[in-house]
């Protein structure tokens, strides 16, 4: 029978979501359940990506580039169920559901609506989750609007020593040249894997 867990609708910590289970840290992730039911042993995790997670820093990020299908986002959810399993707290979220949920928070008075698990979920995914998992990075809208609001979040967690999981089709440069120079000392600190 599958646990059920209640998202709180007050605000709570980093060491709060950090301090719940790892079954409850995984629920709140919100893995899409098209990904987090890839059986694991199907996956071969490339050398690169095995060890950044052996030698794994809180505050230290990845970037995973490559063409689309190549399984970038497989890679990347399993890094995050890694991570959590091994006690942070974590969220996936792809890079147009963030502008999204922005844009919806703007129409509520600061909060996200009831439709999303927590009004907080944007301050949660800022600055309090130990990792984030930005999937799609440069498929959204290229707005002005989103490309600086991506590039603020990339920069505002790694100012703040709080790991992000990046997945895009964007080369390294392209993706410093659509993001701004806010985001290169980010970038280029990141382990970058291209998967193929």
């Known amino acids: 029978m599958a646990q059920t867990f209640q998202t ?5 910590s980093a060491a709060w979501w950090r301090n719940r289970s790892p079954e409850e840290r995984l629920f709140h992730a919100k893995i899409p359940k098209r990904f987090s039911q890839i059986p694991t ?3 071969q995790i490339p050398a690169q990506i095995a060890k950044w997670l052996q030698t794994f820093e809180p505050g230290s990020s990845i970037f995973l580039h490559g063409k689309s299908g ?3 986002t497989v890679l990347a959810q399993l890094v995050l169920q890694e991570l959590i399993a ?3 707290s974590g ?5 147009d559901r963030y502008i999204e949920m922005l844009k919806d928070q703007f129409d509520n008075d600061n909060l996200l609506p009831e439709m999303y698990s927590s009004p907080y979920l944007i301050k949660y995914i800022q600055g309090t989750f130990d990792v984030v998992l930005l999937d799609g990075v440069g498929q959204e809208r290229e707005t002005e609007f989103a490309t600086h609001e991506i590039g603020s979040l990339i920069r505002r967690r790694h100012e703040d020593m709080r ?3 990046v997945t895009t089709t964007l080369g390294i440069t392209d993706f410093t040249r659509r993001y701004g120079e806010r985001v290169t000392s ?3 600190e990141m382990e970058k894997v291209k998967v193929a």
């Not at 709180?8 to 709570?12: N, Q």
């Not at 969220?91 to 890079?95: H, L, S």
């Open 8 to 12: 709180p609708t007050d605000w709570k």
């Open 163 to 165: 790991t992000t999981i």
């Open 186 to 188: 980010a970038v280029v």
């Open 41 to 43: 042993e199907s996956v």
């Open 86 to 88: 091994n006690g942070t």
């Open 70 to 72: 190549t399984g970038k």
């Open 91 to 95: 969220r996936f979220v792809t890079a």
